[in-house]
């Protein structure tokens, strides 16, 4: 993976709350056996016509918006469905980051492995990111990683959480495997005190 | 003593740690019991062959075969034919990963395939006190056996698969008691749609929640199941309930359990699990059940939802813009207007299926309730049990054939029209009341417009061909 630490990028606003992972990438895209090839699919039935045409009524569509790097996204983004594809797609469609009030637990794990930072604000931060995008798309904003700030055109800065062993990951471009087979000592040492509660192959 | 009061949640959570939190890393937790399937594992297992890993415990590990699977009947040979050639390809990959790293794994096919969450309980692996994962969201349902069990992604499923370990940071616990007894034709699916309605889809996030109460201790293992499946609708990783003498006779003699003198002392351990007299939660929320009727959805999250006779809110009636904005957009899809009832409305397809609502006492209630009556002319029915094994026990009570002659598909096992991957989808517009536990656009099928509900009102919805108050046509002396 490669390292995040700085960017600078134009802002995509999707003022909608509650958006679940079935519309960042619908089930029938699921069967694929790889990450990649995903962003063509992304938003993929608010996005496109059944003829392959863009939607017309889908701001993300707007030629202001292409090529955008941080979505603003409406509160609870990401809710529904386990699946990694969704940040895999978010990724393929070119965001690096997502900004929202809150994130649902598993898609905020998933998009932090692998390098979508989902961007945590307040209600008011939010709603100042999506009027600007709007009312201006030609700004930037910068994302500092390091420095866990996001930073706006007029020079404020406001800064969001991420929990260290994420950013750490990030900020090195290492992956969280490692760390965990690092430990094989430790969950051989908890395997032998506990006794194992269920063996699969005794009902294969 | 009340210091040292322990939640079920963090019993069960400490005795997994492999490693404590740190200020700079999560906790290491040791996992029980991972369940994998063909959909959100195919990565997973590139990235094991791609660093050289094995699988640590395959022996703690199972796969099944149940989201791309397809649940039309089978063929002359007895097989079920897969013709979406991606879903073959996956399914092949799938079988190939398991062979290669040692993994059981139930077939399509095969006698005891099934949706993973139906599987898992119904072979006795699924236990109290254990950590569950699976790559699938619903994996939450394995809480109703006082487990700590959740959906992670695909990265984590390898993180599990080679060192059987994960990283997590300590969620928060939300008590929600539900006091009362339900009325005849109310129903666990019921409580946790008036639930989700309460708490909305966001409202769970970030913490884990056990369900307690006198109308919880009142249900089967497999309304516990229904509850626990759809924390996740509420934002919640996971959702737990302490088990009791209704959890040991479920596990009793399956055939992962333990046995003989091995069961009594698991019960006598697992009867240690249970929250703690005056042990703190975060958060609380109360439902009354008697005070509950049946729940249906409106709108395009499982939090729209409402008791069945009420009335579509008004997007002009809510407190701020983004809900005004959220509701019209959902209304739109639905293709509802502000202030109409939802009973009466005509519908076009009735889903019974899904890891929320397929085990055998789903289909003994809406056997029970479609006996003698037809499915409504232009109305399509489709009855998908949980997994083979279900199937096969409605068959042996006859079920099947009271769904047939009703007019319904009698189906294979399997996700199937939840995710409307498979083929078994809706067409664009149509509506349906399904017992599943999504009716986000488009989740049944581009277009689709979902109801959800407890079996028995899809079951009404499905012989009146509109939506209607199962209490209806409920016999209580049938009960």
């Given at each position: 993976?490669?390292?995040?630490?700085?960017?600078?990028?134009r802002?995509?606003?999707?003022?909608?709350?509650?958006?679940?992972t079935?519309?960042?990438?619908?089930?029938?895209?699921l069967?694929?056996?790889?990450?990649?090839?995903?962003?063509?699919?992304?938003?993929?039935?608010?996005?496109?016509?059944?003829?392959?045409?863009?939607?017309?009524?889908?701001?993300?569509?707007?030629?202001?918006y292409?090529g955008?790097?941080?979505?603003?996204?409406?509160n609870?983004?990401?809710?529904?469905?386990?699946?990694?594809?969704?940040?895999?797609?978010?990724?393929?469609?070119?965001?690096?980051?997502?900004?929202?009030?809150?994130?649902?637990?598993?898609?905020?794990?998933?998009?932090?492995?692998?390098?979508?930072?989902?961007?945590?604000?307040?209600?008011?931060?939010?709603?100042?990111?999506?009027?600007?995008?709007?009312?201006?798309?030609?700004?930037?904003?910068?994302?500092?990683?390091e420095?866990?700030?996001?930073?706006?055109?007029?020079?404020?800065?406001?800064?969001?959480?991420?929990?260290?062993?994420?950013?750490?990951?990030?900020?090195?471009?290492?992956?969280?495997?490692?760390?965990?087979?690092?430990?094989?000592?430790?969950?051989?040492?908890?395997?032998?005190?506990?006794?194992?509660?269920?063996?699969?192959?005794?009902?294969? | 003593?009340?210091?040292?009061?322990?939640?079920?949640?963090?019993?069960?959570?400490?005795?997994?740690?492999?490693?404590?939190?740190?200020?700079?890393?999560?906790?290491?937790?040791?996992?029980?019991?991972?369940?994998?399937?063909?959909?959100?594992?195919?990565?997973?297992?590139?990235?094991?062959?791609e660093?050289?890993?094995?699988?640590?415990?395959?022996?703690?590990?199972?796969?099944?075969?149940?989201?791309?699977?397809?649940?039309?009947?089978?063929?002359?040979?007895g097989?079920i034919?897969?013709?979406?050639?991606?879903?073959?390809?996956?399914?092949?990959?799938f079988?190939?990963?398991?062979?290669?790293?040692?993994?059981?794994?139930?077939?399509?096919?095969?006698?005891?395939?099934?949706?993973?969450?139906?599987?898992?309980?119904?072979?006795?692996?699924?236990?109290?006190?254990m950590?569950?994962?699976?790559?699938?969201?619903h994996?939450?349902?394995h809480?109703?056996?006082?487990?700590?069990?959740?959906?992670?992604?695909?990265?984590?499923?390898?993180?599990?698969?080679?060192?059987?370990?994960?990283?997590?940071?300590?969620?928060?616990?939300?008590?929600?008691?539900?006091?009362?007894?339900?009325?005849?034709?109310v129903?666990?699916?019921?409580?946790?749609?008036?639930?989700?309605?309460?708490?909305?889809?966001?409202?769970?996030?970030?913490?884990?929640?056990?369900?307690?109460?006198?109308?919880?201790?009142?249900?089967?293992?497999?309304?516990r199941?229904?509850?626990?499946?759809?924390?996740?609708?509420?934002?919640?990783r996971?959702?737990?309930?302490?088990?009791?003498?209704?959890?040991?006779?479920?596990?009793?003699?399956?055939?992962?359990?333990?046995?003989?003198?091995?069961?009594?002392?698991?019960?006598?351990?697992?009867?240690?699990?249970?929250?703690?007299?005056?042990?703190?939660f975060d958060?609380?929320?109360?439902?009354n059940?008697?005070?509950?009727?049946?729940?249906?959805?409106?709108?395009?999250?499982?939090?729209?939802?409402?008791p069945?006779?009420?009335?579509?809110?008004?997007?002009?009636?809510?407190?701020?813009?983004?809900?005004?904005?959220?509701?019209?957009?959902?209304?739109?899809?639905?293709?509802?207007?502000?202030?109409?009832?939802?009973?009466?409305?005509?519908?076009?397809?009735?889903?019974?299926?899904?890891?929320?609502?397929?085990?055998?006492?789903?289909?003994?209630?809406?056997?029970?309730?479609?006996?003698?009556?037809?499915?409504?002319?232009?109305?399509?029915?489709?009855?998908?049990?949980g997994?083979?094994q279900?199937?096969?026990?409605?068959?042996?009570?006859?079920?099947h054939?009271?769904?047939?002659?009703?007019?319904?598909?009698?189906?294979?096992?399997?996700?199937?029209?939840?995710?409307?991957?498979?083929?078994?989808?809706?067409?664009?517009?149509?509506?349906?009341?399904?017992?599943?536990?999504?009716?986000?656009?488009?989740?049944?099928?581009?277009?689709?417009r979902?109801?959800l509900?407890?079996?028995?009102?899809?079951?009404?919805?499905?012989?009146?061909?509109?939506?209607?108050?199962?209490?209806?046509?409920?016999?209580?002396?049938?009960?």
């Amino acid at each position: 993976m490669e390292p995040i630490r700085k960017f600078t990028g134009r802002l995509a606003p999707l003022p909608i709350n509650d958006i679940d992972t079935d519309q960042i990438i619908p089930a029938r895209y699921l069967k694929t056996t790889d990450k990649l090839g995903l962003g063509q699919a992304c938003f993929n039935d608010w996005r496109w016509n059944e003829d392959g045409t863009p939607k017309a009524d889908f701001i993300l569509n707007q030629p202001q918006y292409q090529g955008a790097e941080v979505l603003v996204a409406g509160n609870n983004f990401g809710c529904g469905s386990s699946r990694e594809h969704a940040p895999w797609a978010l990724l393929g469609m070119g965001f690096r980051a997502v900004v929202s009030t809150y994130f649902a637990d598993i898609f905020r794990g998933n998009a932090l492995k692998n390098g979508l930072l989902p961007i945590v604000v307040d209600e008011e931060t939010k709603q100042q990111l999506i009027s600007l995008a709007q009312e201006a798309p030609e700004s930037t904003v910068t994302v500092d990683l390091e420095a866990q700030t996001l930073t706006l055109p007029d020079g404020r800065s406001v800064t969001f959480p991420i929990d260290p062993f994420s950013r750490y990951c990030l900020l090195n471009g290492v992956d969280q495997l490692g760390f965990l087979l690092g430990l094989d000592a430790d969950v051989s040492a908890y395997e032998a005190a506990n006794p194992q509660r269920v063996n699969t192959h005794i009902v294969a | 003593m009340a210091a040292h009061a322990k939640t079920l949640f963090e019993k069960v959570w400490d005795r997994h740690i492999v490693r404590p939190q740190t200020p700079d890393t999560p906790a290491v937790l040791y996992i029980d019991l991972h369940l994998v399937h063909e959909v959100t594992s195919p990565q997973a297992f590139a990235l094991l062959r791609e660093r050289g890993l094995k699988v640590r415990r395959p022996d703690r590990t199972l796969g099944t075969m149940d989201h791309s699977t397809p649940t039309t009947p089978r063929n002359e040979l007895g097989i079920i034919p897969v013709v979406d050639a991606q879903a073959q390809k996956q399914l092949e990959q799938f079988t190939k990963n398991c062979q290669d790293f040692g993994i059981p794994l139930y077939a399509l096919g095969t006698a005891k395939q099934g949706i993973v969450h139906v599987i898992g309980p119904e072979q006795g692996l699924t236990q109290p006190g254990m950590t569950i994962v699976c790559g699938d969201s619903h994996t939450s349902t394995h809480g109703a056996f006082g487990a700590l069990a959740f959906g992670i992604g695909t990265s984590e499923v390898g993180h599990v698969l080679a060192t059987q370990t994960l990283l997590q940071y300590k969620p928060k616990t939300m008590a929600v008691r539900v006091d009362g007894r339900l009325m005849p034709g109310v129903t666990a699916k019921d409580i946790i749609l008036g639930i989700i309605a309460k708490i909305g889809v966001g409202g769970g996030t970030g913490y884990v929640l056990e369900y307690m109460g006198e109308a919880i201790r009142a249900l089967s293992m497999e309304g516990r199941m229904t509850i626990c499946n759809m924390s996740i609708e509420g934002g919640a990783r996971a959702g737990m309930v302490a088990p009791d003498d209704t959890t040991f006779e479920y596990i009793a003699g399956r055939p992962a359990a333990p046995q003989g003198a091995d069961f009594d002392r698991a019960v006598a351990d697992w009867r240690t699990l249970p929250t703690d007299e005056g042990a703190a939660f975060d958060a609380e929320v109360t439902l009354n059940a008697d005070e509950l009727i049946p729940m249906i959805t409106y709108g395009t999250n499982p939090g729209m939802g409402m008791p069945i006779n009420g009335f579509v809110p008004d997007p002009d009636k809510q407190p701020t813009v983004d809900e005004r904005v959220a509701l019209d957009k959902a209304l739109t899809y639905m293709g509802l207007r502000p202030n109409e009832p939802l009973l009466g409305k005509k519908i076009d397809v009735v889903f019974v299926g899904s890891c929320t609502n397929s085990r055998i006492s789903d289909l003994r209630e809406a056997a029970r309730m479609i006996e003698g009556r037809k499915v409504a002319e232009g109305v399509r029915m489709l009855v998908v049990p949980g997994s083979q094994q279900v199937k096969a026990q409605a068959e042996r009570e006859g079920l099947h054939e009271i769904f047939k002659a009703a007019g319904a598909e009698w189906r294979e096992a399997g996700c199937s029209m939840c995710i409307a991957m498979n083929g078994d989808q809706l067409a664009p517009g149509q509506y349906a009341v399904s017992t599943s536990n999504r009716n986000f656009e488009g989740r049944q099928g581009k277009g689709g417009r979902t109801f959800l509900a407890s079996p028995l009102t899809a079951v009404a919805a499905a012989v009146t061909g509109v939506i209607t108050d199962p209490r209806e046509l409920y016999e209580p002396a049938l009960a």
